[in-house]
């Protein structure tokens, strides 16, 4: 099988920001899916917008992804916070035309406990396809990024948490949902806001995919 005929679905969590307004009305999911840290920048005034660092992270898995010659459909908006349920449609759509396809939902993390840190992939509840990419994508993550901290269930045997996320239960095709590190905590907001982490975690989840089509008997 060509991997041409393999669609991934790409889905940054949440808005982006709206360029006419100013920080941080102009984050389109502000006052949720964000965090101020008093004596920083980041996106601005302290602020970080999940949103936008799903964004910056999930452009760069599609540069990865292209290039390597899958085929690439983007079921989020760039600006705007699009609902759960568009975003599953068009993917659950488009995915009858091709052999084979994957669903990849790109989040950051939030915590009452400013400490939380770390990185966690979730799929649907069961074993199924999902949970071999989840493992793959856990073990590129965990390579890359050896000295961070992994928040696992082992429970069922594998590393992935399992959760009933729209997103995992509704699509159609395999499902993942991986959270990059933690936005409230300051260490993890410093890390997730460096454009070389954004890069290394982009290539994390674009050779997790590799892994998983390879799997699946896919040839380049
Ligand atoms: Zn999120």
Not at 59 to 73: A, N, P, S
């Amino acid at each position: 099988m060509n991997i041409k005929t393999f669609c991934v679905f790409l889905d940054a969590g949440h808005g982006g920001l709206n360029p006419k307004l100013k920080v941080p009305n102009n984050y389109t999911t502000y006052p949720s899916k964000c965090w101020q840290h008093k004596n920083s920048l980041f996106h601005g005034y302290g602020w970080f917008f999940e949103g936008v660092f799903n964004r910056a992270v999930t452009v760069l898995i599609e540069k990865y992804l292209k290039d390597w010659g899958f085929t690439v459909i983007n079921v989020y908006d760039p600006v705007l916070d699009l609902a759960l349920g568009q975003r599953v449609k068009k993917a659950n759509f488009a995915s009858s035309s091709f052999s084979g396809s994957l669903y990849l939902s790109i989040h950051g993390n939030a915590a009452a406990s400013l400490d939380a840190r770390g990185f966690e992939v979730y799929t649907s509840p069961s074993q199924t396809q999902s949970d071999i990419m989840a493992s793959f994508l856990f073990d590129e993550v965990k390579e890359t990024f050896p000295n961070w901290i992994f928040r696992t269930d082992t429970t069922d045997g594998d590393s992935d948490r399992e959760e009933r996320f729209y997103v995992l239960t509704q699509t159609t095709m395999p499902s993942v949902l991986s959270e990059n590190g933690f936005f409230t905590n300051y260490k993890d907001a410093l890390m997730m806001f460096d454009p070389v982490f954004q890069d290394n975690l982009a290539l994390c989840h674009a050779r997790a995919v590799v892994d998983y089509v390879k799997h699946l008997g896919y040839v380049f």
